[in-house]
């Protein structure tokens, strides 16, 4: 009950185009919904965050669109450049005391020219 | 502000060893968590101390074990050292627990022989 499913495992979109990676949760207790992004060699980075209260948030090319009665939250990537080529992973964690967050399996964008 | 920084970066081990990573939150984080990544398995929660006390523990042998200082900084230290401990040790700060973003370093390479 405490997994979250990411899909695809790897995406390859042409420059311009939008980029959309999916991410399924079983826990109705989830109440906060980040996506990190992550380069070679680096850590991951907070990209963007949702909270159940909302269906969905965008910050400037980055849009989470969320689905509170399906358990499902994706992130869309609007004109996709290169520079976006990274690994992203979705997670979900609960409010309150010391509840982990729990990571999707990582999707690896590819964004080609 | 500085960002979270783990040292070493890069280490080298053979099985049966053990090894020491340290981790030094973003000033005023209170939280430290430990993650193991690698291609398989993902992003794996270890553990979660708070004002020096381990408050969560992810599903990992007990030769991986860690401990916080008074000054928040954390090590994280794992015995016996097996091939499959090779990974991508990251660190993440946050101010407290709950659902406060997670603020990842860029990580320790450990690859055991």
């Known amino acids: 009950q405490q997994q979250v499913k990411q899909s695809p495992q790897s995406l390859i979109v042409q420059k311009g185009g939008i980029s959309i990676i999916n991410c399924a949760y079983e826990?109705?207790?989830?109440?906060?919904f980040p996506w990190y992004q992550q380069f070679p060699g680096k850590g991951p980075a907070l990209l963007i965050a949702?909270?159940?209260?909302?269906s969905e948030k965008k910050e400037g090319r980055f849009t989470i669109s969320f689905n509170k009665s399906a358990k499902q939250f994706s992130l869309h990537i609007m004109d996709s450049q290169p520079g976006d080529s990274a690994t992203y992973f979705c997670?979900?964690?609960?409010?309150?005391?010391?509840?982990?967050?729990?990571f999707g399996t990582g999707t690896k964008l590819q964004v080609i020219p | 502000k500085a960002g979270v920084t783990q040292t070493p970066r890069y280490l080298i081990k053979t099985r049966g060893q053990q090894v020491t990573l340290s981790c030094s939150p973003i000033?005023?984080?209170?939280?430290v968590s430990w993650y193991q990544q690698t291609p398989g398995q993902g992003l794996q929660f270890l553990f979660e101390?708070?004002?020096?006390?381990?408050?969560n523990k992810g599903n990992f042998p007990g030769r991986f074990s860690g401990r916080q200082f008074s000054n928040s900084r954390s090590e994280m230290n794992v015995s016996t050292l097996e091939l499959g401990d090779s990974a991508l040790y990251l660190c993440?700060?946050?101010?407290?627990?709950?659902?406060?973003?997670?603020?990842f370093g860029p990580g320790t390479r450990l690859t055991v022989l």
């Open positions: 000033s005023g984080h209170r939280s």
């Open positions: 949702i909270r159940p209260d909302v």
């Open positions: 997670a979900a964690s609960r409010n309150g005391g010391y509840q982990k967050v729990t």
């Open positions: 101390y708070f004002s020096e006390t381990q408050r």
């Open positions: 826990n109705t207790a989830f109440d906060y």
């Open positions: 993440a700060s946050r101010i407290a627990g709950g659902a406060d973003t997670q603020y």
